[in-house]
């Protein structure tokens, strides 16, 4: 069984088809991409009805190249048996250089699909994607990472009880990601950024610094922001995130009216975050992703005994 299909046209290979099929299948999927699934003496043509008929979803990149040609239209039309058969949403459809008055002129039915563009950038495209087929996380995708979080919505205190949720973070590629950022959106009167109780799983190899008699943790920084209208939010830096694997973290609120928070990845980076130290005084590197009001940052910190 396949998770999804991808449909398209040859010229449309390097620029959009190869490296979405080589994304989707790092992150964990199981791709049917005629470069991965055909082989040397293989029937095309069983192959490909076995690919449409095993996989959940199928990708189709619309291009003018793609109605140029027959082969993909007719894989296209497989696509919409099955959906059509099994009563449920199948088809994703991606337009590749090509707007949406152009594709009514080959396919009204098409053009009135909800779809994404590649002129939002490959990252953007893949993440759409991964969002559609596995819609209880979110995804994050950038350079060569991809992360997803969930749950995407938590409550934070309802009535009289105080809510504690784990938030899975998880690295879904085969290499490490770094500087994975966080942002939880806070929704609650008088709910502030910094009433929330934050705690996350040990990191296998610590990352610690020793400034005089303390010792100072990288392995999770938090910034207490606020947006130009006012709304808190936590930013939270998580330093590694191994490949295959994921992190926990813990969010509770502490101010007793009925609140609640969305989660979101909102950056993830190749390099690991530096940490600074030069007599007494320590640093770390942010550049955050919005403009934002910082109100306080803090660390783990313990002293030495």
């Known amino acids: 069984m396949h998770d999804v299909f991808v449909c398209h046209a040859s010229e449309d290979k390097g620029q959009i ?11 964990g999927l199981i791709v049917w991409y005629d470069e991965f699934s055909l082989k040397l003496g293989d029937s095309l043509r069983e192959s ?4 449409l008929a095993d996989s959940r979803f199928g990708i189709v990149v619309l291009s ?6 027959s082969w993909p239209q007719a894989e296209l039309n497989g696509l919409f048996a099955i959906e059509t058969a099994g009563g449920g949403k ?8 090509i707007t949406k008055a152009e594709i009514i002129k080959y396919s009204p039915i098409l053009a009135d699909r909800v779809a994404v563009t590649t002129n939002i950038g490959l990252d953007a495209v893949l993440e759409r994607v991964l969002d559609t087929i596995d819609t209880d996380r979110q995804h994050k995708a950038g350079k ?3 992360v997803s979080v969930t749950p995407t ?37 008088k709910v502030t950024a910094s009433s929330l109780e934050v705690e996350t799983d040990p990191q296998a190899l610590p990352l610690e610094a020793a400034i005089g008699h303390i010792t100072v943790s990288a392995d999770l920084l938090r910034l207490n922001c606020s947006s130009r209208d006012g709304q808190q939010i936590v930013m939270l830096i998580l330093h590694t995130a191994p490949a295959k694997s994921s992190r926990t973290i813990f969010i509770k609120g502490t101010i007793p ?49």
């Open 48 to 51: 490909i009805d076995k690919g």
């Open 144 to 146: 060569g990472r991809v």
């Open 64 to 69: 003018h190249h793609f109605f140029s040609k």
């Open 257 to 305: 009216v009925d609140s609640s928070a969305d989660v979101a990845v909102v950056d993830v980076d190749e390099r690991p975050q530096e940490f600074l130290t030069k007599d007494g005084e320590l640093a770390l590197m942010f550049k955050p992703t919005e403009d934002l009001t910082l109100n306080g940052v803090s660390l783990k910190m313990r002293r030495q005994i």
């Open 17 to 27: 088809a190869r490296p979405l099929a080589e994304g989707l299948r790092s992150s």
């Open 153 to 189: 919505s938590v409550r934070l205190y309802s009535g009289k009880w105080q809510v504690q949720t784990p938030i899975t973070v998880t690295n879904l590629g085969n290499s490490p990601a770094y500087s994975v950022v966080l942002k939880i959106l806070v929704h609650g009167q």
């Open 90 to 97: 199948k088809i994703i459809p991606i337009w590749h250089e």
